[in-house]
């Protein structure tokens, strides 16, 4: 693996540098997760234990559970520091700060290490100011494209932290590549809200684009709004199939493979001039879609070589045929329970393969490799400064059964 013998230490909650140090583990990286003696949020987010965030992104690795807002616990993080290549934290800049993680903590511990901080803003006004994943969709420009009801609305999926994690990644390779990487380089400021702004670079420039084309502000939907047939409809069984339209080839297609009255209709050949009739467009690709049942549809639609696929609900996603092939999914087993998370992209070594740690599971283990006596650790925890795995926490509530 690319990264065997790299350790990395993961102050993180929630999602965005949890995601970080899973990829990098997924390349064969040491990641310690460092908690807190509350936990990473997500530890309790499910019925009072771990939510699907847990065993997703935090399975294969160690934890060890410190106080850092004692003397101990922070002498025990810088300990850690000095044996480790990357810390990644998605901690507030006051959090950061208080608790002794900064860049300039963690250099002064080891003046190599990488120190990677995702934030919700990197330099400017907004600096110290807090951001959360639905913020960043606020702030640069998504929400406002994605709109249910007419109201502004967070999308589904945190993918702005998510990127925000993936872009840490990139700029940790790039430093470990860089033989001459200097201190300012391995400083790394991931932002949230540059993060959006990056994803989306590509509706600004289209915007100003338009503008100084058109002389005016131009603004259309998202993409399924702006291209008639592109988008979800509904099959006769009550199924949703997302058909993806984008040229005038796709639409002569279409209307051939779902019999369309419009097949060969002049008025509609291109897409200025579907667009001009959008409604009539719209309609007219629901009733042809409606004729059908979804295998039909499905039928019609691979034959003419159109891209589409059915809107599946999360029960059903992993039991598609793409999904179950190797290398596409881990089995882990966690606390009694059986799950099946979806890989790495490419990764065909499923190395290691544990299940995620609970709180503090390697705190004693770490507490010995770092040169603390049994005495020494034993005093760490019974002060607080330190904790060890107790059987019981963060368990989930029992269901109760109705009737």
């Avoid at 903590?105 to 919700?120: E, F, L, R, S, T």
């Avoid at 300012?184 to 503008?211: N, P, V």
């Avoid at 200025?272 to 629901?286: C, I, L, N, S």
Wanted: aromatic share 6%; hydrophobic share 40%.
């Amino acid at each position: 693996m690319p990264l065997t013998g790299k350790r990395v230490l993961e102050l993180g909650t929630m999602i965005a540098a949890p995601f970080a140090t899973h990829i990098l583990s997924q390349l064969g990286a040491e990641v310690i997760k460092i908690e807190p003696p509350a936990g990473d949020t997500t530890r309790s987010l499910v019925r009072g234990g771990p939510s699907g965030t847990i065993v997703a992104y935090s399975h294969s690795k160690q934890a060890i559970c410190l106080d850092l807002t004692t003397d101990g616990g922070k002498e025990v993080f810088r300990r850690l520091a000095a044996t480790a290549d990357v810390v990644i934290h998605n901690l507030a800049p006051s959090a950061a700060r208080k608790l002794s993680v900064t860049a300039d903590d963690c250099m002064a511990a080891n003046p190599d290490i990488v120190h990677v901080h995702i934030k919700g803003y990197t330099h400017g006004p907004q600096a110290d100011d807090l951001m959360t994943n639905p913020i960043a969709e606020a702030a640069t420009g998504a929400m406002d494209d994605h709109r249910v009801d007419g109201r502004p609305t967070r999308f589904g999926p945190s993918y702005h932290d998510q990127f925000a994690g993936t872009y840490a990644v990139i700029r940790v390779l790039a430093a470990m590549l860089d033989a001459n990487a200097s201190e300012a380089d391995r400083r790394i400021e991931i932002g949230l809200y540059e993060t959006g702004l990056h994803l989306a670079a590509r509706d600004l420039a289209g915007m100003q684009l338009k503008t100084q084309l058109l002389g005016r502000l131009e603004k259309e939907g998202g993409g399924e709004f702006s291209m008639p047939g592109y988008g979800s409809y509904l099959t006769s069984d009550g199924r949703w199939v997302y058909l993806l339209i984008l040229t005038d080839a796709h639409w002569a297609k279409l209307t051939r493979a779902l019999d369309m009255p419009e097949d060969g209709h002049p008025d509609y050949a291109r897409l200025r001039d579907r667009k001009k009739a959008r409604d009539t467009v719209e309609a007219a690709v629901r009733a042809a879609v409606g004729k059908f049942d979804f295998d039909e549809v499905e039928r019609r639609l691979r034959s003419a070589g159109l891209g589409f696929n059915e809107v599946m609900p999360l029960e059903r996603v992993l039991e598609k045929p793409q999904a179950r092939q190797p290398g596409k999914l881990r089995e882990l087993d966690f606390r009694g329970l059986h799950f099946e998370v979806p890989e790495f992209p490419g990764q065909m070594q499923v190395n290691p393969n544990l299940p995620p740690p609970e709180i503090g599971e390697h705190t004693r283990p770490l507490l010995e490799e770092l040169g603390y006596s049994a005495q020494d650790a034993e005093a760490l925890l019974s002060s607080g400064a330190a904790k060890a795995y107790q059987p019981g926490d963060f368990a989930w509530a029992p269901v109760r059964q109705k009737g």
